[in-house]
């Protein structure tokens, strides 16, 4: 038996380092200079610093880019709930799979194709001049991210909450918004919270959209970040710790909500 | 990147889908008077999904130039300039040549990491834990850490292979070399999350064939192969089934590693349709091209549902 286990551990150390290996070797570079990421690779005593991050706020404001990922997501994911929740709660009522086939089509379509109209239409109301504009049309843009996935997690949720409890409010004589609103939601609380998170994760993560449409004022952190590569930057601490920041939200989730995230990328695949 | 294609096969995979046991349709009392909270986000869907895919088929069959003025109806005429440009066939050899690729590796490798994840061990959730961060990092924070180990003369990549003796190779930069390497980089993406939709489906596994199997002194690896692998094949499609949606699309990690180059080694038809779209500024061919990938994507995935429902007949 401690044979089998000490296979298994040994099969683990090797996965690990595939797959780990990368992550752990961005976050140790963005906490060492660049003398030290390029010329001595492997060695482990050299000095840590906090100057990389230091640097990419004071030098290239990166609090903005921040803030900017921060409205887009957050904004993205909120709207995500306010219209996915109604409608999951209207999935499992009344019991219809048929509503997935449009998101079957998001989930299957290339973005560019979601871009290029969003472009045309984006220049045709002045979108790249406008700030208010452009946040509005990224938070819509990423809505194509969250919608989909805000249902698709809450569907199960709602399916848990008894249908007796609802039909018993119906004596009182709530009516169908009550009972969502009084009963229904409440009970599907803890749905609503892995929703938030995941498709907040998400659209932080996502990339083309913003890529295409923002202008100078509402880069969010993703599409600065590749900026900085096509300015031919030989920072790679700074890059490391950009990237480490990037990545932020999904190691937080990894180490908080695992369960869940397991759900939000199979899609469902895994129960 | 999350939309499961479940949502319809749910309905017409399930074995026995065109048989429903008889059941009665009640009618569920809290069902009345929902309906118009769906309104909303079908509202919303139905603008953000079917109007970009309706204006874009438009697009693909009328003359926009990039000042923004549309001469029109113009009929095929950028399909065919589609298929006469050799671009093109290279980017749908490319977007075919990752998905073999990239599917196939990702596919025997994540069973052999799904197996050792579904082993019940203390620690097993910290490792999964461990296997889950490469697919939801963010594509660009990928991008960024594989830059730096693929860098020709500072990378890691090359650092090692010269501690061991081996040149240093150019990864990105030799044509024929840069697809393998984004290739490479992909299948460390997404092999865990292979691994991890693998691995949910052997521990739902029933014991009592294989326990049959061990009674009859069948070796492990004859088990797994003439037990298992077909017992797992439900589960084994649908994860390659979201990994080919995604492949067929392949944009995040080449636009951000190479840009389609060098010499359009690694031009994906959608960074290609991208590239036309906005460096360019040709939104019709662009077009065109995104409807092509359209309907490369659910001819493939279509495929493998046919497949899918004839093993579940």
């Keep these: 038996m ?19 290996g990368p992550v752990l070797f961005m976050l140790w570079s963005s906490l060492r200079n660049n003398v030290d990421i390029t ?18 706020f004071e030098r290239f404001e990166f609090g903005r880019y921040i803030a900017n990922s921060l409205i887009v997501a957050g904004g993205s994911t909120i709207l995500g709930l306010v219209l996915g929740a109604p409608a999951a709660y209207v999935i499992v009522r009344r019991k219809l799979a048929t509503l997935g086939f449009v998101t079957l089509l998001a989930r299957m379509a290339p973005g560019v194709l979601f871009v290029l109209p969003l472009f045309v239409l984006s220049i045709r109301i002045g979108g790249p001049d406008s700030v208010a504009l452009n946040y509005t049309l990224l938070i819509v843009a990423h809505l194509i991210i969250t919608l989909p996935l805000c249902i698709w ?36 609380l803890p749905g609503l919270s892995v929703a938030l998170t995941l498709s907040f994760v998400f659209s932080w993560n996502y990339f083309l959209f913003a890529l295409a449409l923002a202008n100078e004022r509402t880069l969010p952190l993703t599409v600065i970040a590749f900026n900085f590569i096509g300015q031919g930057s030989n920072d790679f601490g700074g890059l490391m710790a950009a990237s480490t920041l990037i990545s932020a939200p999904a190691l937080l989730l990894t180490i908080f909500a695992q369960r869940w995230l397991v759900r939000g990328i199979t899609g469902g695949a895994v129960k | 990147m999350t939309k499961p294609p479940a949502a319809s096969g749910s309905s017409s995979g399930e074995p026995g889908a065109g048989a429903p046991p008889p059941r009665r349709r009640r009618v569920d009392p809290t069902a009345r008077g929902v309906w118009p909270f769906a309104l909303p986000a079908v509202l919303v869907t139905a603008v953000l999904v079917l109007v970009p895919i309706a204006y874009t088929i438009w697009l693909s069959v009328s003359d926009r130039q990039s000042d923004g003025t549309n001469s029109g109806f113009l009929g095929f005429a950028n399909y065919a300039e589609m298929f006469g440009n050799p671009q093109f066939w290279n980017s749908l050899k490319v977007t075919l040549f990752l998905f073999v690729v990239c599917l196939l590796v990702e596919t025997v490798l994540g069973l052999a990491l799904g197996y050792v994840m579904s082993l019940d061990v203390p620690g097993r959730r910290i490792f999964q834990g461990m296997m889950l961060i490469p697919a939801i990092t963010a594509s660009v924070a990928v991008g960024l850490v594989w830059l730096l180990i693929m860098d020709p003369s500072l990378g890691a990549a090359n650092q090692i292979l010269a501690k061991v003796g081996i040149d240093p190779v150019v990864w990105l930069g030799d044509p024929d070399i840069a697809p393998w390497s984004i290739a490479l980089v992909d299948i460390w993406q997404w092999t865990p999350f292979m691994a991890l939709i693998i691995s949910a489906g052997i521990r739902s596994l029933p014991e009592e064939p294989f326990e049959a199997a061990a009674l009859d002194g069948a070796s492990g690896w004859r088990t797994a192969w003439n037990i298992g692998l077909p017992l797992l094949r439900p589960v084994l499609t649908v994860a390659m089934l979201l990994r080919t949606v995604d492949l067929v699309r392949f944009f995040d990690t080449i636009y951000i590693m190479t840009q389609g180059g060098p010499v359009n080694s690694t031009n994906t038809l959608n960074v290609y349709g991208y590239h036309a779209g906005f460096v360019d500024n040709e939104p019709s061919y662009a077009a065109t091209l995104q409807i092509a990938l359209l309907v490369l994507v659910i001819v493939i995935a279509g495929v493998f549902t046919w497949f899918r429902q004839r093993a579940a007949r």
């Design chain 1, 39 to 56: 010329g001595s690779l492997f060695n482990l005593a050299s000095p840590l610093t906090l100057d990389n991050f230091t640097n990419l």
């Design chain 1, 153 to 188: 997690l809450l569907v199960p949720f709602f399916e848990e909450i008894p249908i007796s409890i609802e039909e018993s409010t119906l004596i009182d004589g709530a009516n169908a918004w009550q009972r969502f609103r009084r009963i229904a939601l409440p009970l599907a």
């Design chain 1, 2 to 20: 401690t044979k089998r286990l000490s296979g298994v551990y040994a099969a683990y150390l090797v996965f690990a380092v595939i797959f780990f």
